[in-house]
């Protein structure tokens, strides 16, 4: 009931009263959708607002007393206190239950849940109300938890949560009919990319090693997070046969002690135990898909259901901690530190009110301010005290001992699956590197590149031509975070997909409207580095983020250095590597031979050497060592005789591998080519009779055709 009245209505309503204009015992007489007319004189559009607070004031025993204190808060004479949800549901029995007057204080209603109430509504909110103080009644400190008693009272208890979070719900629906204009501009900013988010991922239990990998690591709650992992299962298990597996598991956190003693409540956010769905389900369409539908139901409440036990038994682990040194977890300020600590642990952290705004942007804000809070140990929370920050510190630490362990093991049992510079925070794993860290070493790695990147421009140095800057390290990694809706949008603007591949609807469809896991899935299965595929689709079901990105040559090792390969080999490995980046091959050949050079030192011979800045000297010890003159050996590329954006065959017979120098030289004709076939300049038959008998002559030496003779012809 947050509203503003200006000095001047103010002043008008204080005269009015004084005058009797304005009579409380005369407004208590009429219906509300009378005084709802008879304030508008006064306030205007704010009369909903005042009519609520005046009602509020009828429940009051003394209603003399009420109508004074409504009379002082509508001019603003004392402040309005925040109310939480079970206090208002209780404090509305009588405004909601039409039977006790005749009068339906409508306004009210409205006011305090959030939405236009009908009185049918009213009275069901009303007798799940009833029905859940009678059965609160029964339960006693002594009461154990699970026991029937407080299930009872903690199933009626969600049941009327999510009947309000229904009705909300359907009361802010957009509607075609009624608006055109904003029913599409939703459907394409919040209903598509809700679509995408929860599409993309659904169909795994993933929430364990991402999420809650700050809890497995944490030595406290391991036990914690195990107990909760294994019972995840159960819970796809009851949704995969029909059977609601929420409602069970928001009934044994509405009706444990700290829920019914007020400490879950004195936390502003609730220790993020009355959330409905976690940020990355954020739409139910999905659910209503035939067969599959099901399946996404069950890794929905899986994450959810996970994230919700896990956050209520380390709250209530963390009050107990707190209350033994003696710490009061009933004051808001200190419930609000724990209640942070506990949320950040379990990947939500809190964005206040500029969460509508990121969620446009990035993928998941609350769980990026969780991983800052963790490996900051809450040092920049607003919301932290000395006591949370030095437990935070404390399960930090404990946390770098174990990867330090987990690491280390790592090490002894293969040295090349650590790279502390390259990959931080990765273990290699059939392959592929595999984040243990559940995205948090990502933000070391960042910022120790920057850091790096700013001391060596303040000594004076400048980025090299074409080496990523501070600001693209910056600006890649936002990108790699972004929202369904930001990452379409650079799509579009860059002309490529994320990583490279061409932009097209097919891809756009498939990169943001196929699940995540199987995206891996198929990126896996073409690359040659993968040795086992089925494992690492496990770990990536469970939430570690398995690298998918194919690395270049140089640490693979897949075409080896140093030694003579037939053109026909190098062609055939080659491939195999360029269908496995499924980009453009110009892209593809540049990120696999990062670092290195392919030279031919005679013909239908190469070798793949390391790229330095002694080539010259390098190629002499090549000519000696090979028993060739220097002037043979040439850095050589892979050239399509026949363009394949013009038309030409990924095949054997249209490949051959040419000298750099000509290669640079064909591409212009090539793109001259592609050009004049889509404008119909040139038949395909005639066109490629032309650009194969200029490049076989280019490639004897010939210059009978030259560059400018072909750009000519294809004008």
């Given amino acids: 009931m947050n509203f503003c009245l200006t000095k001047p209505t103010v002043q008008k309503i204080r005269k009015a009263l004084k005058e009797r204009e304005i009579d409380p015992i005369k407004l208590a007489g009429m219906t509300s959708i009378e005084r709802n007319t008879f304030l508008s004189k006064y306030v205007g559009e704010n009369a909903k607002d005042v009519n609520a607070l005046f009602e509020s004031k009828l429940l009051l025993k003394n209603q003399k007393a009420g109508y004074i204190s409504w009379a002082k808060k509508v001019v603003g004479m004392s402040p309005q206190t925040k109310q939480d949800m079970i206090s208002k549901i209780e404090r509305m029995e009588k405004v909601l239950n039409p039977k006790e007057e005749e009068k339906f204080l409508h306004d009210l209603a409205s006011s305090r849940l959030g939405f236009e109430v009908t009185q049918e509504q009213a009275k069901t909110v009303a007798d799940l109300s009833t029905k859940m103080q009678e059965l ?79 809890a497995l690591t944490t030595p406290r709650y391991t036990k914690i997070w195990t107990k909760n992992f294994l019972k995840s299962w159960k819970d796809i298990g009851k949704e995969l046969k029909g059977h609601d597996a929420m409602l069970p598991i928001k009934a044994d956190i509405y009706s444990r002690p700290n829920a019914l003693n007020g400490k879950y409540d004195a936390d502003p956010n609730g220790y993020g135990l009355g959330v409905r769905s976690e940020e990355v389900y954020s739409s139910e369409w999905p659910a209503k898909i035939p067969v599959l539908g099901r399946l996404f139901k069950a890794s929905e409440s899986a994450f959810n259901g996970g994230a919700l036990r896990m956050r209520a038994d380390i709250a209530d682990l963390e009050i107990k901690a707190a209350e033994t040194l003696g710490i009061n977890t009933l004051d808001k300020e200190n419930a609000a530190a724990i209640g942070s600590m506990v949320t950040s642990i379990t990947g939500r952290g809190s964005v206040g009110g500029a969460e509508g705004v990121l969620r446009k942007i990035f993928w998941a804000p609350r769980m990026y301010v969780a991983q800052i809070n963790q490996i900051t140990a809450h040092l920049f929370d607003p919301k932290a005290t000395a006591y949370t920050r030095k437990q935070a510190a404390k399960n930090l630490l404990s946390r770098l001992a174990v990867y330090t362990l987990l690491f ?259 591409t212009k004709v090539d793109n001259a080519y592609i050009a004049a076939r889509k404008l119909g300049k040139i038949s395909q038959k005639e066109g490629e009779k032309l650009i194969i008998e200029y490049k076989n002559s280019r490639i004897s030496g010939s210059t009978k055709i030259t560059q400018e003779d072909m750009l000519k012809k294809l004008k």
């Fill in 408 to 666: 280390s093991l790592a090490k002894l049992v293969d040295k090349n699956s650590i790279d502390e510079k390259g990959h931080l925070g990765k273990i290699k794993i059939w392959g592929k590197w595999i984040d243990m860290t559940g995205g948090t070493a990502s933000y070391l790695t960042l910022g120790m590149k920057i850091t790096n990147k700013l001391i060596t421009y303040m000594q004076g140095k400048q980025p090299k031509y074409g080496e990523a800057s501070a600001m693209d390290d910056l600006l890649s990694f936002a990108e790699g975070k972004f929202s369904p809706t930001a990452g379409i949008i650079k799509d579009i603007l860059s002309g490529k997909l994320y990583g490279g591949e061409p932009l097209t609807g097919i891809g756009m469809a498939k990169a943001y409207f196929t699940p995540i896991s199987y995206q891996t899935w198929e990126q896996l299965s073409k690359d040659p580095t993968t040795s086992n595929i089925f494992g690492l689709i496990l770990l990536e079901e469970l939430g570690a983020n398995v690298s998918s990105w194919l690395e270049g040559n140089q640490k693979t090792d897949i075409i080896p250095t140093d030694k003579v390969i037939k053109n026909t080999d190098f062609l055939s490995m080659l491939n195999v590597y360029m269908r496995a980046f499924a980009i453009d091959r110009e892209t593809a050949w540049n990120r696999i031979f990062t670092g290195q050079r392919i030279i031919q030192i005679s013909p239908g011979n190469i070798i793949v050497v390391a790229r330095d800045e002694n080539w010259d000297e390098r190629k002499k010890e090549y000519a000696k060592k090979y028993h060739v003159s220097a002037d043979q050996i040439k850095e050589v590329r892979e050239e399509h005789l026949i363009p394949i954006k013009g038309g030409g065959a990924d095949a054997d017979n249209n490949r051959k591998m040419v000298s750099k120098t000509l290669w640079t030289e064909f």
């Fill in 136 to 214: 609160k009644t029964k339960i006693s400190e002594d009461t154990p938890e699970r026991s029937k008693e407080r299930l009872e009272y903690g199933t009626v208890n969600a049941v009327l949560k999510e009947y309000i979070s229904k009705q909300k719900y359907e009361a802010k629906r957009i509607f075609f009919k009624e608006q055109p204009a904003r029913y599409v501009l939703n459907f394409a900013f919040n209903a598509i990319p809700n679509l995408s988010q929860s599409i993309r991922t659904a169909y795994d239990n993933s929430v364990w090693l991402r999420q809650m990998v700050g």
